[in-house]
């Protein structure tokens, strides 16, 4: 079975884990600020081999974000119902995993990386919050300490989608075999 793992939103990415763990990564494709539904379906196609292999899709459970526009949030649900869809087309079978979940287990060893907010406490202390994108990419390096994560080639960083869309299918490899 190939573990997919999939990271909703607009620098989202697909992450497949195959059985014998060859890692493939895609930035999720867009034309504009589109999602490309095509080539997504290529996508999709060339992992599971036409269809040949079966696949387990984790599918990061989201919701709208308070705080962000009506139009972004739409944009973000629109593109849930897109994956969701097409894994549904394919007759796959998934699993929406919520971000704390996943995040419990993928950074379990890992002290979380804190970040100021800026904000004190009553007692005048530092208010700190955790930093997900850095704690998840020091456990991304843990599991998969050669693997690229970069969007493209000319990164210098690495892409947050597919950091967080690796370990979300690590995390189906590791509950749904």
Do not use: C
Not at 6 to 18: E, F, L, P, R, S
Not at 59 to 68: A, R
Not at 123 to 145: M, V
């Amino acid at each position: 079975m190939i573990s997919l793992g999939i990271d909703i939103g607009k620098n989202g990415a697909i992450v497949a884990i195959k059985h014998d763990g060859e890692v493939k990564t895609f930035k999720t494709p867009q034309i504009n600020k589109e999602i490309d539904i095509h080539r997504l379906v290529e996508i999709i196609d060339e992992v599971s081999n036409g269809g040949k292999e079966s696949i387990h899709a984790g599918i990061e459970d989201v919701h709208s974000i308070f705080g962000v526009g009506a139009k972004a949030n739409f944009q973000f649900g629109r593109s849930l119902g897109i994956i969701e869809g097409l894994i549904i087309s394919f007759g796959f079978p998934f699993t929406k995993i919520s971000p704390k979940i996943w995040q419990k287990e993928m950074w379990m060893g890992i002290s979380p990386v804190q970040i100021n907010t800026g904000k004190k406490t009553k007692e005048g202390n530092i208010k700190y919050k955790i930093d997900t994108k850095s704690t998840s990419q020091l456990a991304a390096k843990r599991l998969y300490p050669s693997l690229d994560l970069r969007g493209t080639e000319r990164s210098k960083k690495d892409h947050d989608g597919i950091v967080d869309a690796l370990l979300i299918a690590t995390y189906v490899s590791r509950k749904f075999k």
